[in-house]
């Protein structure tokens, strides 16, 4: 039952106002009247409320009118009431008032009804505070009770007079002077309040100063009161010491240094006197303590005048150059070290971007309009001077001399200074890379003795160690290695300065703000971040000037003379160095996608939100470069840490390798990976690396192609322009997005191509071998020739290409022939060849191929190449007869080449000097053929050289900090002799520069190999510039060593070494010989150095003729009693033995399995005096069927020993 039935049967009545039909199926209603009665219902209701708002609004304007007419009149009243006591006293403009109650009854007064837009109002202040300023010389009134308040307001009004006078058409500097009189008569008398309302003061005395003509410049009597004025009022609130000081030096330094006045290249006298006097006159370390204290409660953000580039640019010249001056521009280490000194030019010079005082960057800032404006003229020769004077060698060296050396310092005192220097020194380094190396020595040696701070508590190595040590991050770390993910979290600097982790878009757009307490953590884990940048870039420093005496000697009591300190770490502190360093290291690689991802999703949405905006788009292109923050870092990137880290691991590595230190298993990572499936993950990754490579060289044939169009036509539309743009979006897109999945899915190479001893050495020479038989398949179809010969065959030009693949080789002239018949082939090399060798007479020798690539070819090729002649050689040796190219042989085949008359620019001299480039190259695609083959060469190179090979071709992330870096160390391999002169000098106890040496070296050059001794000549040649001009001291003597090191080992062999790496790289990829250092390389090339393995010889042989193993499975007797002679034998003698069969005296490192070709023997008749011989090109053993042990003993060590080959077959 309804709840509203009332007893009656009939159907309510409906009543529809709304115009909608209750019953779709009955006739249509009369809703449409019912509607418009509602519209004008409506319509009636909104009219009525317009007419009541009008009417509200009405009698509002009348009220404020009344009220504003009614402050006008009282205005006027009071105005002619003090025009009248002004005019009653009859006193001059100057005379003053008859006491101070008159003086401040005219004052109130005059605040009274004074109007910053009326100009006779500011003349009656101009003749009020004339009439003041006597009369508080005569009478004394001191400002106290009203007065304060009063003088306050009075400064106010005449401060908004000012900023008027300052934006008329017609600018009148007689008015403007005598207003800048009276404030600065306010300020002398109210410090405090004037101080607390600084922001206004310096902002008005900034605009000022902005709009002061050229004229003004001119040094006349006119210009001269302006300038005293402007003078006088800007460091008025500054002389005065009261509470609120600190605030008028902070405002002062935002407002008014940042002038570009201030920070111009002028001559002007008035210019240059007016920047003096206020350097003279302010006190230069409370401007540094209010600043730096702004800067540490809440950094750069909300502070619009440091919102651009240039405004903090002239903040940090100006600031600088207030110090200098404070110190007659001499003894930068006196305000170097101040603490507040340091924390201002780190926060000002971080937030700066590298190589803006570069006259190739001009500053460019993106308007709030969308526009871009560039100031190629902001950065003036002034900023450059006192920016470059930063730079300075007794400023550096003492930054830790101010450092606390009382007892009564609690350690978090002394871990914060450490933060404030590390910063500081990271600034320095950071902006300036092409002075790092001078930075990183001054901070390695100290203040000098002159400066008589020499003794300091701790090296700044060991000072900068024991901080990072005790940093949360540094455990964290060193306890596991997943957890510097998150530290490591790059912070992206948004509109306001602050650093925040990108976590979403409602932080970047200010919708959320973090924690202080989180804002506090994020400072103090940035804060060691740059403590432990600062250790990892000084270590690597003296790693580089250290040799490995002083290196496992470091920490211990040994005495060092002279400025050479104890500036390493203990061998126990290393371990823990490592360790901490291995977590870090495998962190960046291995997880490089989950610490970069959120960078590059928000560049990603960026770039998206101006995908269809043309103007949004060339403004994003123009706009300055905001820098990602690792670790909250102002301007770290990850590949700068991924190089350090790499670089110092890898050094620290090689003092290892050389020299154990460290438990067996210490450097494996094992422990990450699973190992059961780590070598065909890793060869799937190589795969899409490959694939990505690809796809990168198509995006660049397509960006090439587009410049090649991208000619500006006359006639054309914005609709092909902004395709352009798409395109060219899409491809960067794309390229950014292949880069995070090679990351993603390729983590285990990253490792492999960087840190390669996280890994066991006979894992990666199977991953290694599996790259090679990777590529083998893609360009041969496999690793069988005959597979490559019989797909050749399918081609139409395949006679050609067997030609091309095919070469008749002379003896003694094996080098030569393979260089001019297969040097056009350049990775066609991969494929096989047929060698056919020529005798003496022409004739072509009968012999067993092998298959195609033979092994007679490369060892007989790469023989010839390194064998010394009566020439210039292109490789030498050094005292351990170890091979490397020879420094002098571009200069000698240049000497030869004039000598022979040819011009050194001429066409033929350029070709000669190629030509020699060219035979380094050959020679390396031969060295990377052995490789590829896995043919073992009996060539010993110096390890210096193939340090090279792992390091200087890598296309890693971060090739640049990890690549070859030369060394004390390797100068050892090439030069026994300068090694030991370069080390007397490091630790000479007495003055160096009575050696009389500068930045110069001498290198000789043979210019005639005829005669005994070879003929000689020197060229002497600069380390740096105006090197001849610079001697060296006990200071700079490390970076001597350093730079004599480099040119020895590098810039000296440049164009050989590069030669030669370049050929290899076209065999060998370099990010696969990046897997190895510079032993496990040496044992690639010609095998390992542990002992033969008769057993695995044996399981490995095939055996031939007569010898082959029959339905029985027993071994011919001969062949018994050869193994059995086998393992009687010492290690050398196996070796010689394998050597007379394989042309090589080590093992293959995985075994005899991998010996290409395999190790074989054949029967040579039953003749009991004949002598063993052998085909080394198919390492095949002819050996005799003897009857008895001493038989064969016998015979087979005198055709070793006796060099017997073909000749006694």
Known sequence: MFTSFTGNTRRARQVNLGGKKANPFGPPGSGAGSQATLDRAQQERAQRQRERDTLNAARRIQRVWRGHSARRGVAEDVRRAWDAAEESSGALQTAPYTSSEAALTQLQRLLRFTSARNEADTRRMHHYGLRQLETVRRLGVPASGPWPSAYLRLERILLVAIERQCTTASISWAQIGQSLRILCFLADQIPAETSRNAGQYYRTLAHVVSKLPPALAE??????????????????????????????????????????????????????????????????????????????????????????????????????????????????????????????????????????????????????????????????????????????????????????????????????????????????????????????????????????????????????????????????????????????????????????????????????????????????????????????????????????????????????????????????????????????????????????????????????????NPKAMDAQAQREHVEPSIGGVAGLKIDYVKGLVTGLLRMVYERDSRRKFLPPDHWLMTSRFDMTGFIPAVVEEEESRHRIQEEDADDIDDQEEEELDDIPQLIGTSRTQQQRRLEKLQRQQRKASRRRYLQAVAPRLEILQNMPFFIPFTTRVQIFREFVNLDMTKRRGGSDPEIWRFRLMQQPNARGQFEKHAAKIRRENEFDDAFEQFYELGQGLKEPIQITFMDQFGTPEAGIDGGGVTKEFLTSVTNRAFMPTKHIDMFVENDQHLLYPNPAAVEEHKEALRQAGLRENSPEFRIQVSV??????????????????????????????????????????????????????????????????????????????????????????????????????????????????????????????????????????????????????????????????????????????????????????????????????????????????????????????????????????????????????????????????????????????????????????????????????
């Open 916 to 1209: 020699l480039l060219q035979r380094y190259e050959f020679l390396g695609r031969i060295i990377g053929k052995c490789l590829y083959e896995g043919i073992l060469v009996d060539v010993n190179f110096a390890p210096f050289f193939l340090r090279k090979w792992a390091l200087t071709g890598g296309t890693g992330s971060a090739p640049n900090e990890s690549g070859y870096r030369p060394t004390l160390n390797d100068l050892r391999d090439l030069d026994e002799g300068l090694y030991q002169g370069l080390h007397k000098l490091k630790t000479h106890p007495g003055d160096v520069e009575d050696f009389s040496l500068n930045f110069t070296v001498t290198d000789t050059v043979v210019v005639d190999h005829t005669t005994e001794p070879k003929k000689t000549k020197a060229i002497t040649k600069e380390l740096k510039t105006d090197g001849a001009n610079t001697p060296v001291t006990n200071q700079n003597r490390p970076v001597y060593i350093s730079y004599m090191a480099r040119h020895r080992l590098q810039n000296q062999p440049y164009a050989q070494t590069t030669a030669f790496l370049r050929g290899l790289s076209t065999m060998i990829q370099p990010s696969w010989l990046s897997m190895f250092n510079q032993a496990e390389l040496q044992t690639l090339i010609s095998g390992t150095r542990t002992q033969i393995d008769i057993e695995d010889l044996r399981r490995n042989t095939i055996y031939g003729g007569t010898y082959v193993i029959g339905d029985d499975g027993l071994e011919h007797p001969t062949i018994q009693l050869l193994w059995k002679v086998m393992k009687e034998m010492s290690d050398d003698e196996r070796r010689a033995v394998l050597k007379f069969v394989t042309s090589t005296p080590r093992a293959p490192l995985l075994g005899f399995g991998t010996l290409n070709p395999r190790f074989s023997i054949r029967d040579a008749g039953g003749d009991q005096e004949r002598l063993p011989s052998t085909s080394t090109c198919v390492n095949l053993l002819k050996l005799p069927m003897y009857r008895d042990e001493a038989t064969l003993k016998a015979k087979l060590l005198y055709s070793v020993f006796a060099g017997a080959g073909f000749d006694l077959s």
């Open 219 to 612: 040094p006349d009597t006119a210009s001269a009161g302006v300038w005293e004025a402007i003078i006088g009022t800007v460091i008025s609130p500054l002389k005065q010491v009261t509470g609120y000081t600190l605030d008028a030096y902070e405002s002062f330094g935002l407002l008014f240094l940042s002038l570009p006045l201030l920070s111009s290249d002028s001559t002007s006298p008035p210019i240059q006197r007016f920047r003096d006097s206020l350097a003279n006159s302010i006190n230069y370390k409370l401007l540094a303590n209010a600043l730096a204290t702004l800067f540490k409660q809440s950094g750069l953000q909300g502070k619009p005048e440091l919102a651009n580039t240039t405004s903090r640019l002239r903040l940090l010249g100006t600031f600088i150059y207030f110090h200098r001056y404070a110190h007659n521009f001499d003894t930068p280490e006196v305000y170097a070290v101040h603490k507040d000194f340091v924390a201002v030019v780190s926060v000002l010079l971080n937030s700066l971007p590298v190589n803006i005082i570069d006259d190739s960057h001009p500053i460019t800032e993106v308007s709030e309009h969308g526009g871009v404006d560039h100031y190629a003229d902001a950065v003036t020769g002034f900023l450059k001077d006192q920016i470059g004077s930063l730079v300075h060698k007794e400023g550096i060296g003492s930054l830790l001399a101010g450092s606390s050396k009382s007892t009564e310092a609690s350690d978090d005192e002394r871990i914060e200074e450490a933060r404030q220097l590390a910063n500081y020194a990271l600034a320095l380094l950071r902006f300036f890379p092409q002075r790092g190396d001078d930075i990183r020595m001054w901070l390695y040696i100290g203040p000098s003795e002159a400066s008589g701070k020499s003794a300091r508590k701790l090296p700044a190595i060991r000072y900068f160690w024991e901080a990072s040590k005790r940093s949360s991050v540094f455990a964290t770390i060193f306890r596991d290695s997943r957890a510097a993910i998150g530290l490591l979290k790059p912070r992206t600097l948004n509109t306001n300065g602050f650093d925040r982790p990108e976590s979403s878009g409602l932080t970047q757009h200010g919708f959320w703000q973090p924690a202080q307490q989180q804002v506090d953590c994020d400072t103090v884990v940035t804060d060691e971040w740059r403590v432990i940048l600062v250790f990892l870039e000084l270590y690597t420093f003296v790693l580089k000037v250290t040799d490995d005496e002083e290196f496992f000697t470091a920490g211990q009591q040994h005495v060092y003379s002279g400025q050479v300190r104890d500036n390493g770490l203990p061998l126990s502190e290393v371990k823990d160095l490592t360790t901490f360093l291995k977590n870090l290291g495998f962190t960046l690689y291995f997880n490089a996608v989950d610490i970069t991802m959120p960078e590059e999703v928000a560049a990603n949405t960026r770039m998206g939100l101006s995908y269809f």
